[in-house]
């Protein structure tokens, strides 16, 4: 098995990129696995001099251009055709890599998965699925960002996605399904959170209902469903509001003499709270629904998250992710074709 | 001027209500302020002899029912004619009162509000306008429940009736107005905030442009748009991370006993953060766009927050709110009906 690394992708380049790859590469025994970094051929053959690593494992493909974050992502393929983003997405599509992660743009990702892998049979929509962690166990939440308008069945396919890799990346057999919403009661929302409400309530097992976004880290669903409107909302304000609190409690306690006291205390407590919140553990966030393994890592990925999502695109290969969701979707297909096709009417 | 308070909303009741009113009273020097304390009399008299007041300033009327939080809000004046809550919005429609303050059900407020004040001309959709604190100031966000599903032209009217509040409830002469979104570039977002952001860069002075939710407390604005679904959302979250990350924090020290040490030094800090976040320090949130002013204060609200929203009403009472709002839609109506018209359809 290859996996094709945008090594060029990221706010910190090959130089982290390609040490996470040779730091997945330790931790990974099986010597069938392998990563092919994609990008500048001098850059990363400097980068990686500076390792050690096993060279059956590691190759480089050369790719003369670069995604920049200000690119339109929609037409990534035909305007930046030999980039390291588009051409690690094409090892996947000709079957020389199983898998590909990027820490470049998503939409750019996005857009050159969907254009070379094509979506997998019966999906209208591929979704971004996220990981948020809690003190009471963390949950996905799909869509993070995919979908800014979406329709009732959309989430309804979400959630289908979003609870295969739910099973086989975390070990749950039987996923909690729950919608995101201002209320709990099934008439509570806006017209399409209605309408998913009773589609997921007789279509998607094991749906536990509404959750409000005050409840969402209470540990009530494993997988909560979203519009990636809303969805990107939540995952960009709980960045934001997280460094917020953290920098206005740091300036509160420095205002106080005794308290600052406390702070060299506090550091093993902070230290094990910023290790929980840490994205970089994380490991990456699929695409969902697409037809192949694609992994975007976030854009200030350390060596330690290109690792994580490497790590995340090997278990969803070894793991059959695709043929699941495949299956998941056919399955739900055959049974609800119809029923949705008068309720979308 | 009087204010009407529902004395028997919250779930704190009479004992924290009548106390607030006391304490407004105390407050406010102006003997010709004075508050109604509508609810059951034998509940308030009982409690109202605990307390020294001006009893010139002091009244109470009697009111039979109770406006429970699963009543379908819609109904309110049909099905509780003679609750607390719907005798107080009426003072405000006779003109025994000029403002209504309930801590009770907000769909059931804003719904006996609309039925028995209505709209102010010209007004498609009323909001509700909730102030976040940050230490960079803070920012309203409007609306943040009364909407589920709203147009662009909706999130305009927002805008004109939060700045109206921005400006003579918080001094500001020329508020920054923003709209939530998922990017910062006039494309993104989904249909309704795309046209949004048109006619926002049109129609209303001083706005500048998208804030994503990453950059929500960088305070880049003083009033952020939003529909109320997305808004709800961003509140209780809010509630819900703040709360999370607070007792994460708490469990997580607790895991070391050098950071527990820290404990009793970190009071004064603690105590400081606390009151900056604290709910009952904004004074309620209120219903704008009805012709009346009616202010809804957070249900678990204390004594001080009962104050704090009595503040809040007499204030939008003497700085003639209402006028303003209606002046700013008018002209606004006069100036870019056609335009709208046009847009809409």
């Not at 857009?111 to 094509?118: G, M, T």
């Not at 509570?188 to 409000?212: H, R």
Request: proline share 3%.
């Amino acid at each position: 098995m290859r996996i094709a690394l945008d090594a060029m992708g990221g706010d910190h380049g090959p130089e982290q990129t390609v040490k996470g790859a040779v730091e997945f590469l330790r931790e990974v025994a099986d010597r069938d696995v392998g990563v092919i970094l994609v990008g500048d051929r001098a850059a990363l053959e400097t980068e990686a001099a500076r390792h050690n690593y096993d060279s059956d494992r590691l190759e480089i493909k050369h790719a003369s251009q670069l995604v920049s974050l200000d690119e339109r992502p929609s037409r990534i393929v035909k305007t930046k055709p030999d980039s390291s983003l588009v051409r690690a997405v094409q090892l996947v599509k000709e079957g020389t890599a199983q898998g590909i992660v990027s820490a470049g743009s998503t939409g750019a990702l996005l857009s050159a998965s969907l254009f070379l892998l094509d979506r997998i049979p019966g999906v209208r929509r591929p979704a971004i699925c996220t990981w948020f962690p809690s003190a009471k166990g963390g949950f996905l939440l799909c869509d993070v960002g995919a979908n800014v308008n979406v329709r009732a069945t959309d989430l309804v396919q979400f959630a289908i996605m979003a609870r295969a890799y739910c099973q086989h990346q975390l070990n749950h057999p039987n996923p909690r399904i729950g919608l995101v919403n201002i209320g709990t009661e099934a008439s509570k929302g806006n017209e399409v959170t209605v309408k998913a409400y009773q589609l997921l309530s007789v279509q998607v097992d094991n749906f536990v209902g509404n959750i409000e976004a005050r409840d969402l880290f209470e540990g009530h669903a494993d997988v909560v469903v979203c519009d990636g409107f809303v969805g990107n909302i939540l995952l960009k304000f709980t960045e934001g509001l997280v460094q917020h609190l953290y920098g206005w409690a740091r300036q509160t306690v420095r205002r106080h003499w005794t308290s600052q006291l406390a702070l060299p205390l506090l550091r093993p407590a902070l230290v094990d709270l910023t290790q929980q919140l840490d994205y970089a553990e994380t490991g990456g966030s699929p695409l969902l629904g697409l037809n192949g393994v694609s992994i975007v890592s976030h854009g200030l990925s350390s060596a330690k998250a290109i690792k994580n999502a490497l790590k995340t695109a090997h278990r969803c290969v070894t793991e059959e992710l695709i043929s699941s969701i495949t299956k998941g979707i056919t399955d739900h297909h055959n049974r609800f074709e119809e029923h949705n096709a008068v309720k979308e009417s």
